[in-house]
């Protein structure tokens, strides 16, 4: 597996990805009918850098690197992940973490936080969980979940002071 910067053109790689981890309505705040352009934009809007995770030729993940805030709050990253379910468990999640943690420190962000993660996301917690992260908040029933209803949502941070920026 190979993880670069996307390019535009890769976007065609992108959407079925997309579209199949939003379309379960319990990981992420898009409507399951979210449009393509929709979902380009999420992806390729100014400011926002996103990665592929690519083996074969064929995109099985991505993420996008973005500042959590503008201005005065830039010097903290914000970052969002998704896997093609068809790929879950082969640790690709993992691997473009640590890749992010290391761009983020890389492109001179001293921290990362995570906004909006669903605490029913058990695989999810439990990998930001082992590459550094805390809770430090939770949004009671901020979430609703196509499944369970009104479901917490945790924000979730760490610094990056011992993330080394080097290449693997």
């Known amino acids: 597996m190979n993880i ?7 976007f065609t790689g992108m959407w079925p990805i997309f579209q199949a981890v939003v379309a379960t309505g319990t990981t992420y705040v898009f409507a399951p009918d979210t449009g393509i352009e929709g979902g380009r934009a999420y992806w390729f ?18 993420y996008k690197l973005v500042a959590n805030q503008r201005d005065l709050g830039s010097h903290v990253a914000n970052a969002s992940f998704m896997v093609d379910p068809a790929c879950s468990g082969r640790g690709i999640g993992r691997s473009m973490g640590r890749h992010c943690l290391r761009e983020a420190k890389r492109a001179g ?50 610094f990056l002071d011992d993330i080394d920026d080097g290449e693997e």
């Open 109 to 158: 962000f001293r921290a990362m936080q995570f906004n909006f993660v669903i605490s029913t996301n058990g695989a999810a917690v439990a990998l930001w969980r082992s590459l550094g992260f805390v809770v430090v908040g939770t949004l009671p029933q901020a979430f609703r979940h196509r499944e369970l209803g009104l479901v917490d949502v945790y924000v979730m941070y760490r």
């Open 4 to 10: 670069r910067r996307a390019v535009p053109s890769d």
């Open 45 to 62: 809007a100014p400011g926002v850098t996103s990665f592929v995770a690519v083996e074969d030729d064929r995109i099985i993940g991505m």
